[in-house]
């Protein structure tokens, strides 16, 4: 039993740095531009895992990389409002702002178990991909602290932010993107038995 859950653990921490990585940097970004081709041609159940099988909609969303880089633009960086905003603490500050309450708490998080986050200076560390890779670091190198980050920290807003992400037809990639992702954090939540933490949203 001890060796499935290494297992998962290793799953865990390979799909959360593959999809933050995909969240986070630039398409054209040496980090992702890799990533963004073998997404299109991943075979799910043989290279991912065999319970995630995402249908016919969610392969085609994928291959819609033409223009990805102004699909990632008016994601990410704007100028215009985005529709779904990557921030954790846009979803669970009352103000529905970045660097919110929200955040505070998940650096005291990092902070007392001495998890810490190479960054830019004043990039908010709840960004949808910093946050997935943050998962997969925990889950490779702390473990023991993974159930508490996802049930505290993750889980309470990301479904709503995978929920509007997946209704942006003019960036058919990133819909699909939060389409697997979703897929993927439910079975992070059903193997581990994550109990999420209750909190109101506020976009």
């Known amino acids: 039993m001890e060796e499935d859950l290494d297992a998962f653990l290793a799953w865990v921490s390979m799909s959360g740095g593959f999809l933050g990585s995909l969240f986070y940097f630039e398409p054209t970004h040496p980090k ?7 997404i299109k041609k ?28 102004e699909q990632f633009q008016q994601q990410f960086i704007g100028p ?5 905003p990557p921030w954790g603490s846009v979803y669970l500050d009352k103000e529905a702002v970045i660097f919110g309450n929200s955040l505070l708490q998940l650096r005291e998080f990092m902070r007392k178990y001495g998890v810490k986050a190479e960054l ?9 991909g910093l946050m997935l890779m943050l998962a997969s670091y925990i889950a490779n190198t702390r473990p023991d602290i ?3 980050y996802l049930a505290k920290h993750l889980f309470p807003w990301v479904w709503r932010y995978l929920e509007l992400l997946s209704e942006q037809t ?12 979703k897929q993927t954090l439910e079975l992070w939540q059903e193997e ?4 999420t933490v209750e909190m109101p949203l506020y976009f």
């Open 32 to 38: 992702a531009s890799g990533l963004v081709e073998a």
């Open 42 to 69: 991943i075979n799910w159940q043989k290279d991912w895992r065999p319970t995630i099988k995402p249908d016919f909609k969610i392969k085609n969303l994928l291959v819609q990389t033409k223009n990805i880089s």
């Open 80 to 84: 215009n409002a985005m529709p779904a």
């Open 120 to 128: 830019n200076e004043n990039v908010p560390e709840d960004h949808i």
């Open 146 to 148: 993974l159930p508490e």
């Open 170 to 181: 003019d960036a058919p990639f990133y819909q699909g993107l939060a389409l697997v992702t």
């Open 192 to 195: 581990l038995g994550i109990v």
